[in-house]
């Protein structure tokens, strides 16, 4: 059995996504009922060089949109990524989640040889084929920020678990 681009993909992001809406959405109730400045916890990072909650948020975001996109074939539409407030993060994550649910298999699947070149740098340069793409480096990358943005709330007290982290399975 082969594996499906369109499975490893599209439905992981969404599931991830929701659930790190549910994370956002505890943490500002968390920040609330704590009299936090929400800007406390928009702003924290794990370590000085580390990105802040909201670039994290972004980023993720930015992965979502990106990884289907290439896979497709289509370009992967621009978001200036501005974001500074728990209501602007949870508009980006619905709006990427939309944007996700305009993919179809049909679209994604069968793409595992097409030719990928990100370039994450200037001059950097760095090609894939579709399914290297998405499993040696989209995923990884998409991973990573979603963890390090649940890490960051759990580190500053908001009381989520595993649970909130995996979230529910998409169909």
């Known amino acids: 059995m082969t594996i499906s681009l369109y499975a490893a993909s599209v439905p992981v992001f969404k599931q991830m996504l929701t659930s790190l809406s549910a994370v956002l959405k505890k943490a500002e109730e968390h920040a609330a009922a704590k009299n936090i400045d929400p800007a406390a916890l928009l702003q ?18 930015d992965f979502a949109r990106g990884v289907p996109s290439r896979l497709a074939g289509v370009d992967v539409p621009k978001h200036e990524d501005v974001e500074t407030t728990f ?17 179809t298999p049909a679209q994604v699947d ?11 740098g200037t ?4 090609k894939f084929t579709g ?17 390090t943005a649940y890490a960051l709330l759990r580190h500053n007290g908001v009381e989520v678990g595993k649970m909130d982290y995996v ?3 998409q169909s």
């Not at 993060?89 to 305009?102: C, D, V």
């Not at 069968?110 to 994450?120: C, F």
């Not at 399914?131 to 963890?147: A, D, M, P």
């Open 131 to 147: 399914q290297s793409y998405l499993l040696t480096y989209g995923l990884q990358h998409f991973f990573f920020h979603v963890t």
């Open 44 to 61: 924290a990072r794990l370590f000085p060089d580390m990105f802040p909650l909201t670039r994290q948020v972004q980023i993720a975001c």
């Open 123 to 126: 001059p950097k340069e760095r």
């Open 167 to 169: 979230g529910q399975p």
């Open 87 to 103: 209501e602007q993060l949870q508009a980006l994550l619905k709006e990427t989640l939309e944007y996700l649910a305009t993919f």
């Open 110 to 120: 069968g793409n595992e040889e097409r030719e990928i070149v990100t370039r994450p």
